[in-house]
């Protein structure tokens, strides 16, 4: 049966997680990559806890720190997880039925938060060193490190939960593996990295679309095009453009561990003479003839550090993106803003608002390039939000200064 405890004293640190556990109290670092504090009420659950009680528990805000076989506490949050995804279709059945695709689109949001929150509970405590003191548990120390750093044996114990340990041994393998971008060539040498934390470039169709756009050319006088690429991620965009001929790239982003994916794929694909990675917010110093931005596509807040990628409050990447891009385009320049039309489709944006953002900002737009959407989900009629899919677009708009003076 699993022991329940008294709630941890409000003035505990949100940093620490507490527990009593063989009459003695304990404590140890709290992880936590959604930024969620330490939770107050904690369990300590085994083998014999059943997968009812854990998910009540659950449900109730209550923390499972689980003290049996590694691969049991795997069958447990399965389990919660079957139970969390049957009861969110008894909710929907119940509650009004969402009339609109803004609508379907909040419920889905709240549904996955829900799920999200409900199997965090479930919670593993690490050693210093990141090894798991289970039976039969993997090695994660290289995905931990991978993701956290090198371990500081100084630093003590710490708790995650293990849906989140799960994903960052997940993140591992991807970063191992690589992934492979036909635009970079089929060789193993080629493919892309991401790192823990950083948008994997699976979504192939705006890669394709930045490579085959037409190229501005460089100014008069210069024999090679300099470009930036805004919030690069990974850097497939302008590994992409430095594959293209592009002669002098500088790639930025403000998240470090953003940063080091870029330089590591910089580095694999022997692109440092032509792509220098750089920490800033937005636009390096300079000027060039294409800047290229792939902004979060929902202008929403994020919910988790994990969300960054899809989700910008209130499109500040994109208004930043905007405003600065005239100043820092050189005579003849071009910026190419890759957007999909899903916050059009779900009611966050209208396409009039995007190109009066254009015009205020003394921009023009010279061409658009859409791609259809290539990813499964696209042709998934179970995704809640499968008519928005459906009608997805990808553009790639190409962007020049307005030489005609805004009223």
Partial sequence: ???????????????????????????????????????????????????DSAFKMACEGTALLWRGDFQNARHLLQAMARRT??????????????????????????????????????????????????????????????????????????????????????????????????????????RIHPHYGVFSPVRGEYIQLVATAHLPKPPKGQSQLSAFDIGTGTGVLAAVLARRGVGRIVATDTDPRALACARANVAQLGLEEQLSVVEADLFPDGLASLIVCNPPWLPLRPGSALERAV????????????????????PKGEGWLIMSNLAELLGLRTRDELLALF?????????????????????????????????????????????????
């Fill in 359 to 407: 015009e205020r900002h003394g921009l023009r737009v010279v061409s658009r390039i859409d791609a259809k959407p290539l990813h499964p989900k696209a042709g998934d009629a179970s995704d809640p939000l499968h008519q928005a899919r459906a009608k997805e677009v990808t553009s790639l708009w190409r962007l020049a200064a307005n030489t005609v003076p805004n009223s």
């Fill in 311 to 330: 989700y910008d409050e209130d499109g500040r990447m994109l208004l930043g993106f905007l405003a600065g891009l005239r100043a820092h385009l050189a």
């Fill in 85 to 190: 995804d049957h009861v969110a279709p008894r909710k929907r059945k119940q509650a009004p039925a969402p009339t609109t695709l803004h609508d379907a689109f909040n419920a889905h949001r709240q549904a996955q938060a829900r799920r999200a929150r409900i199997l965090g509970m479930l919670l593993i405590e690490l050693e210093a060193d990141y090894a798991v003191p289970l039976r039969r548990a993997p090695d994660f120390k290289a995905a931990c490190s991978a993701a956290w750093g090198v371990a500081e044996p100084s630093a003590g114990k710490s708790v995650v939960s293990l849906r989140e340990l799960l994903g960052m041994h997940s993140a591992h393998e991807w970063q191992r593996v690589g992934v492979e971008i036909p635009a970079l060539g089929a060789a193993p040498e080629n």
């Fill in 1 to 51: 049966m699993p022991l329940t405890l008294p709630a941890t004293p409000p003035d505990s640190s949100p940093h620490l997680l507490h527990w009593q556990e063989a009459d003695q109290p304990r404590a140890a670092h709290w992880r936590s990559e959604r930024g969620t504090p330490a939770p107050q009420r904690v369990v300590l659950v085994d083998d014999t806890t059943a997968a």
